[in-house]
């Protein structure tokens, strides 16, 4: 058996292995910089001189020997190359030759050799006659082919398009890449019969999905009817809801607060009621409705306080409040209380921003881990807030409510005092006291004392005197902290809202009766209105009289509106929904808001059919009636004739709205399309209907169904069209394909109604309009598409939640979860970088990373809790940070079993770096799949070992000791101290360029070294990316600019992007009839 | 059919006029000539079972020291990776020897694969460019008288990436049924079936909507770039292939009298999703090409049973801690050899399906030709020669249970034996890929 030639190049032994540069950048950009135009012109011609009696020659002696025109050894032919114009005319050929002189790959080892200088000379004339080229071709727009959607840039689209999450795209094959290694590149994205069924089916999918409504069309979660009646019923409880609770109540107490409050506001604050309104914050969402507040703030101030009023207007009168000022208006609806001592308001001064609530303010306010307070009332161990009395006051009494659902459980509370800001804080004996919730009374609801309060927890302690007071939280004793604490000193005033929600209510249960009769069968559920039956006492005669009736019953009903929407009682019911919420409007919505909510009942109306239905269910009914309810049967008889009517007429209008419905589909391909539409376009989509409706006798659903899908497999939606002028020359996109190229290069997705508006004001062209839109589009959440698209296509951690490549066995916590988890860390911080417009410097080195619990455990940081990711800082004490340190690519770049120092050190050079590194022979030789071994060796011993072979060693020391240095970190990410042999991580790495260095810190100050290498790593895939095709040499400076631009701009992301987006590589295209283009 | 079309039909195509109807993909109605281009005749009578084709591939190569075959006794003795097959020896051409010239020398992996089955040289450099490979030629030729021109079936997801200069969909596509063009891999059991035996996605109501687009497509196409138009082309052929299986739809336009044993499915259609389990997606994907075989849906069939540079790891054999890819670089490993095992299980079950089918005096494997390939001989990347099975004798035209050794031979040319498999089945051209001359013997 002949040896076996040992060579361990692992970019041959793993999966994606990563994008080598398509062609080497030839042209140091450095260098390109220093020549202009002309004189690149005027060196062509010195080159051209030089070229058939100084290079030719060369050529012909040292390559056509295997490169003629008959051989074409490895499929190059250099006979071609007899003129300088051939030169030119295939430059990226020309490249090819150049790298491999450089390289000294070529002439073949075993074959003659040119001299040292013959082969500088031709090097040295590549060179010079490539730059020039590159310079002489500038800016030139390449050979962008037209691109039908991608698998995401499709799914992406039909969400903007749909305002629906679709996913109708799962079946299509996955795109494979080309150009510089992306899937958006017009090479790889090809159609086929085979496909072409998939896209049909993908358009039938989401035309099945629209809902056509009375005003046009929509597009709904479901493609079943049924839930789009539910979805309209719940959009109308969702209306409701941000007003009232389920059972359609007005959160009254939080109105009385506010007026209250209002009432003692600080007067430096100069708002009006409802500014004022606006910043409350309300339980479960909820807003306060101007209106309201404004009708019960002139009510109880103005009204007489008689007839049933009386009490309430006495009482809201009377309550005083001591307001607490925070340094967030929130932390005061928590402190407020009426005073039962008669006398002014207090007013009690906070020191500047306590903890409590959000920065740490002057006194230090952190836990004991050293993470700031989170905002809000959320109680940290270790959060505390100080209240300042301005003066000495003596505490008597701590009570302490606390919120939010009983999800509190216990902790050790500490008061202390101090005389001075800052402390010394002394705890009075006593001041620690546990501090327990549970499910029984007490417990505030929302933040809102439940009507059945009876106790409080409080607590009394040794007088003591001092202005400084400070409650904290020192300690947990378990399950969740309580969320809102309500915290009063002194002794027990009465709370609005048992004071004057009592009153309230009870003047509500003795004015209001729920007729719970009328709600069977046909009929109003008689909430409201005329249905409302003043009690009565037996002899039936009103104790009340009606005026005094009907003041407090205007400003305090019951219910504004009959929330559930869907009749709820159990008997049969013919009609489907009831709208019962006129003092809703009345009270609490605006014109515009009463608008909103009729459109939705009609929608709703529309949807369910309900004239129709409700017509339906009454014969239904009446054929139920058993023989001995004739009466039943006569009554509801006489109705039909009226409800035949009404059914009628919703027939009529329903109708109506057909056009409507094609006018949205027309708007809805103008949007697809991602253009306006020719007056041919719009009258071919009408023709198609009317043939639909005419000739094949579809019903109007079926034939707007059909012309749904006609738009969306129509090549104007599945293909990114540019047209090109004809002839040679290259011309500017139009307004139209500029506002595509943008948005599918930040956003992998169509344009939006912004800049739709641009491009069809014809503004975008305008440079400042393209940057502001460009900056828009970054900032825009849709934006996160650069980071799994771009920087995953990249990086190769897309698609890293499917990663299949560890042993379960070996590694049982490299979850389903656990992948996803890494995926979400790698898109969050590119998303950071890119969104907030940071340096790419951070790619390489950053102190934060994105983390949740899992994987939190997974890196050993501590103090991370919860499944929702958050941005955590300080992290490169725990060796995370930048992109090398993310899990994916760590465990991406490994085997089943151990590291790989190789796959991992490839990645670095290679797709971090853009570096080059020749292809190795074509025998590869194994290291252990295991990293536990029969020899126990470390996988740097076994690489050592291979390395023996000199050819081999050459290549690995530009790779290995890259990976080296991330040894630390075991086969799925996880820092380790020892490999699985026991044997000690050794991170050390000895590199041909530079000093030795270990670990981490070493290569992130390497690569900060040679940050000029990623840079222009990161702008050729950008520019790749954005163009969707290879980089070519004319776009070198391209690539330079952007590098220089970057360099002055602190490397921020959006320097590269605006460059590159004013370019005239991306707002041009190559004419129809381009010579390079149409020969084969 | 036109009388002038009629005398093109006699003559032979070249490889030349292929390339530029593909190529060019003109604007005329997909490759519309092709079945009358090659010979219709061939020695076989009009009642007797058509020939079909299938060629199955797995990626990175096979145990070396386990994969070969020789003749002993009248009878045929069959390395280890070959064990599953034992049973349809008699039904073997072991063919040892040929190569793949023009994917030498040009790296490894993806620039080995994706021409395997065109023998033209690939595009690097972020490009696209294949050829058409043998058996979308075929399909072009017989599609036309099934339900369905081809099926192209894989149980591994392409790959996105570019390895060593060349995109890895070469990696993952091995039928190309334009020269930029690669036919798409059906990964989902459920719709390989019911593009079978279903509608296959389009009904007679889309017919309106295709009408509709086919303008777009049309109306676009002058005023978008020479490149651009032949992107177009493929979007227009798409639609008009499409068009025209809705005509065909309820149509025979068998030629032959003879009818296949049954016309529907005996399998149940399979679950929506692709399955979990690798063994069980490769059973599925065998058993439908079994089944489209036997109902004469299609006569063409290329099932990838994963990529070449696979990741596919096999739990179900115990062995989890490594994927085929990087396990076939372990070329002793006996791990490796039961992998190999397991592939070639998978060829048997198709074996066995399509020889349990009684056509006349003949099997359905009797009646076929399986070609199972890899795109290299070892998982070292040699492909200096390349493991190539055939199963079946082509309705009677091939002696089988035999050894070809073509080691030696100047003509040794996977494009070759290509030539002499499409003769077969009544496709004589004069050039193939890099050939333009048959396998002597075969």
């Not at chain 2, 190569?99 to 040289?121: E, K, V």
Request: hydrophobic share 35%; glycine share 8%.
């Amino acid at each position: 058996m002949t040896r076996l030639r040992v060579c361990l190049l692992l970019s041959l032994l793993f999966v994606g292995c990563g994008f080598e540069p398509a062609e080497d950048p030839v042209v140091d950009s450095s260098v390109a910089e220093l020549e202009t135009p002309a004189s690149a012109e005027e060196s062509l011609v010195r080159l051209a001189e030089e070229y058939p009696e100084r290079i030719l020659p060369l050529v012909q002696k040292h390559c056509l020997k295997c490169h003629s025109a008959e051989k074409k050894k490895g499929g190059l032919d250099l006979a071609r190359f007899g003129t300088v114009a051939d030169v030119r005319s295939h430059s990226r050929t020309w490249q090819k030759v150049l790298r491999r002189l450089r390289d000294g790959e070529m002439p073949p080892r075993n074959s003659p050799q040119p001299s040292a200088a013959d082969r500088k000379r031709l090097i040295e004339w590549s060179e010079s006659y490539l730059l020039a080229d590159a310079r002489d071709r500038a800016g030139d727009p390449g050979l962008v082919l037209m691109r039908r959607l991608t698998k995401a840039e499709y799914s992406y689209s039909v969400r903007d398009l749909t305002g629906v999450d679709l996913r109708p795209a799962k079946r299509f094959l996955e795109d494979s890449v080309a150009g510089e290694g992306f899937a958006n590149t017009g090479e790889s994205l090809f159609m086929a019969p085979d496909l072409l069924p998939k896209y049909l089916d993908a358009a039938r999918q989401v035309s099945a999905h629209a809902v056509l409504t009375p005003t046009g069309v929509r597009f709904s979660p479901s493609s079943d009817r049924h839930d789009w009646i539910a979805e309209a019923a719940q959009r109308i409880k969702d209306f409701y809801s941000r007003y009232t609770d389920r059972e359609g109540r007005l959160p009254l107490a939080d109105y009385l607060k506010a007026t209250l409050r209002y009432r003692y506001r600080d007067p430096a604050v100069d708002l009006s009621l409802e500014e004022f309104a606006a910043q409350q914050e309300l339980a479960a969402g909820r807003t306060l409705s101007p209106k309201y507040l404004r009708l019960l703030w002139e009510s109880l101030n103005e009204l007489p306080p008689e007839g049933e009023m009386a009490e309430v207007v006495r009482q809201w009168r009377d309550t005083k409040m001591i307001v607490v000022k925070g340094a967030h208006d929130a932390a005061t609806r928590i402190e407020e209380a009426s005073s039962s001592n008669p006398g002014d308001p207090k007013t009690f001064q906070y020191p500047p921003v306590p903890g409590a609530f959000g920065n740490p303010g002057p006194y230090g306010v952190r836990n004991v881990t050293g993470k700031a307070v989170d905002a809000g009332f959320i109680w940290n161990p270790g959060s505390h807030f100080v209240v300042d009395f301005g003066k000495a006051k003596q505490i008597k009494q701590v009570r302490l409510w606390s919120g939010y659902g009983g999800g509190a459980r216990g902790a050790t509370m500490q008061v202390a005092f101090a005389d001075e800001p800052g402390g010394p804080f002394t705890v009075p004996e006593g001041g620690e006291f546990n501090y327990l919730t549970s499910s029984g009374g007490g417990v505030l609801k929302n933040g809102e004392a439940s009507p059945d309060f009876t106790g409080s927890y409080h607590y009394e302690f040794q007088p003591a005197i001092a202005r400084y007071w400070r409650i904290g939280l020192v300690g947990a004793t378990s399950g969740h902290m309580p969320r809102t604490t309500t915290i009063q000193f002194g002794p027990m005033p009465d709370l609005v809202a048992p004071g004057l929600l009592g009153i309230i209510s009870r003047r509500q249960a003795r004015l209001w009766k729920f007729n719970s009769q009328t709600n069977h069968l046909i009929g109003s559920l008689g909430l409201f209105g005329p249905h409302v039956i003043p009690l009565s006492d037996k002899s039936g005669k009103s104790k009340l009289d009606s005026d005094r009736y009907s003041s407090f019953a205007r400003l305090f009903p019951r219910a504004v509106c009959f929330a559930p929407v869907i009749p709820v009682n159990t008997d049969m019911t013919v009609e489907l929904f009831l709208r019962e919420d006129e003092p809703l409007s009345r009270l609490i919505l605006d014109e515009k808001e009463q608008r909103q909510l009729d459109r939705l009942w009609d929608e709703l109306h529309y949807l369910s059919r309900e004239p129709v239905e409700v017509l339906y269910n009454t014969k239904e009914f009446i054929g139920f009636q058993p023989a001995d309810r004739i009466e039943n049967t006569n009554k509801f008889a006489k109705l039909i004739p009226s409800l035949q009517v009404k059914a009628k007429a919703f027939e009529k209008s329903a109708a109506s709205a057909e056009p409507g419905q094609l006018n949205a589909v027309i708007e809805l391909a103008t949007r697809a399309w991602r253009r306006s539409l020719s007056k041919a376009e719009t009258d071919g989509l009408r023709e198609l209907y009317q043939l639909l409706r005419g000739k094949q006798e579809l019903s109007h659903d079926a034939a707007i169904r059909t012309v749904v899908t006609r738009v969306l497999v129509s090549p104007n939606f599945l293909y990114r069209i540019e047209r090109s002028v004809p002839g040679e020359q290259a011309s500017t996109l139009s307004d139209w394909e500029l506002a595509s190229r943008l948005s599918y290069f930040l956003w992998s997705s169509m344009p939006d109604d912004q800049l739709r508006t641009a491009a069809s004001n014809g503004r975008l062209q305008d440079e400042d309009v393209l940057t502001a839109e460009a900056r828009r589009l970054l900032k825009d959440l849709k934006a996160r598409a650069l980071a799994t698209e771009f920087a995953g296509q990249w990086m190769q951690f897309r698609g890293f939640e499917q990663y299949d490549g560890k042993s379960e066995t070996r590694f049982p916590t490299f979850t389903a979860k656990l992948r996803m988890a890494m995926n979400r860390e790698a898109t969050e911080f590119v998303s950071e970088i890119i969104r907030n417009d940071r340096s790419i410097l951070e790619f390489l080195q950053a102190d934060y990373t994105f983390l949740n619990d899992e994987l939190a455990d997974h890196y050993g940081i501590p103090d991370v809790d919860g499944p929702e990711f958050r941005r955590v800082a300080g992290v490169g004490r725990f060796g995370r940070g930048g992109i090398v340190t993310m899990g994916s690519v760590l465990t991406k770049q490994a085997g089943a079993l151990r590291t790989s120092p190789v796959l991992r050190g490839t990645w670095v050079v290679e797709t971090l770096l853009g570096r080059r590194i020749p292809n190795p022979p074509d025998d590869v030789a194994q290291l252990d799949e295991d990293e536990v071994n029969k020899d126990s060796l470390t996988m740097r011993q076994q690489l050592e070992r291979h390395r023996a072979d000199a050819a081999c060693a050459t290549c690995h020391a530009k790779i290995d000791p890259y990976g080296f240095a991330l040894e630390a970190y075991d086969p799925i990410g996880r820092l380790r101290e020892r490999d699985r042999n026991g044997n000690p991580i050794d991170a050390r790495a000895e590199p041909l360029d530079a000093d030795a260095f270990e670990g981490l810190t070493g290569l992130q100050a390497y690569l900060l070294k040679h940050q000029d290498e990623f840079t222009k790593q990161f702008c050729r895939k950008l520019v790749g990316y954005a163009l969707g095709r290879s980089v070519e040499l004319s776009d070198e400076p391209l690539l330079a600019e952007m590098q220089a631009q970057l360099k002055t701009h602190d490397y921020r992301f959006s320097t590269a992007m605006l460059t590159l987006v004013k370019s005239s590589q991306f707002r041009r295209h190559r004419g129809q009839n381009d010579p390079r283009d149409t020969s084969p | 059919m036109s009388q002038s079309r009629r005398r093109k039909s006699c003559q032979k195509l070249s490889r030349r006029t292929v390339l530029q109807g593909l190529g060019a993909s003109i604007a005329l109605p997909w490759l519309e000539s092709i079945p009358v281009w090659g010979d219709e005749t061939t020695s076989r009578g009009s009642n007797e079972p058509p020939v079909r084709f299938a060629c199955v591939f797995a990626g990175n190569g096979f145990a070396k020291n386990h994969w070969w075959a020789r003749e002993a006794g009248g009878t045929l003795e069959l390395g280890n990776v070959l064990t599953p097959v034992e049973a349809f020896k008699e039904k073997l051409t072991f063919i040892r020897g040929l190569y793949n010239p023009n994917a030498r020398g040009c790296g490894i992996h993806s620039c080995m694969t994706g021409n395997l089955l065109t023998g033209i040289r690939l595009a690097a450099g972020g490009r696209i460019r294949a050829g058409v490979s043998v058996d979308q030629m075929l399909a072009e030729h017989v599609g036309r008288r099934t339900r369905v021109k081809s099926l192209v079936l894989g149980c591994e997801r392409p790959y996105a990436g570019i390895h060593a200069g060349y995109s890895m969909l070469y990696s993952s596509h091995i039928s190309w049924s334009a020269p930029t063009t690669p036919a798409p891999l059906e990964l989902y059991p459920a719709a390989a079936f019911d593009r079978l035996f279903g509608d296959g996605g389009v009904h007679r109501a889309d017919s309106s909507v295709l009408d509709a687009v086919l303008t777009d497509a049309r109306s676009l196409r002058s005023q978008v770039s020479v490149p651009d138009r032949r992107k177009l082309d493929e979007y227009l052929n798409s639609i008009r292939e499409v068009e025209r299986r809705i005509e065909d739809a309820g149509k025979d336009r068998r030629l032959e009298g003879w009818r296949p044993t049954i016309d529907k499915p005996t399998m149940k259609r399979p679950d929506d999703e692709i399955p979990q389990d690798i063994d069980v997606h490769m059973k599925l994907m065998s058993d439908l090409v079994v089944l489209a075989f036997q109902t004469d849906a299609t006569r063409v069939c290329t099932l990838k049973l994963n990529n070449d540079h696979s990741g596919m790891r096999f739990p179900n054999l115990g062995i989890d801690h490594i994927i085929h890819h990087l396990l076939s670089h372990d070329d002793v490993n006996p791990d490796w050899l039961r992998v190999n095992q397991f592939f070639l299980g998978h060829l048997a079950r198709i074996l066995k399906g399509l020889d349990a089918v009684q056509e006349g005096e003949r099997t359905l494997l009797d009646n076929s030709m399986i070609l199972f390939c890899s795109s290299m001989l070892t998982g070292a990347h040699d492909n200096t020669q390349l493991p190539v099975l055939l199963f079946g004798r082509a309705g009677g035209q091939m002696k089988t249970g035999r050894v070809l050794d073509y080691l030696k031979s100047d003509n040794r040319k996977m494009s070759s034996l290509y030539l002499s498999l499409m003769s077969k089945m009544g496709l004589h051209l004069d050039e193939f890929g890099d050939s333009t001359q048959p396998l002597s013997d075969i």
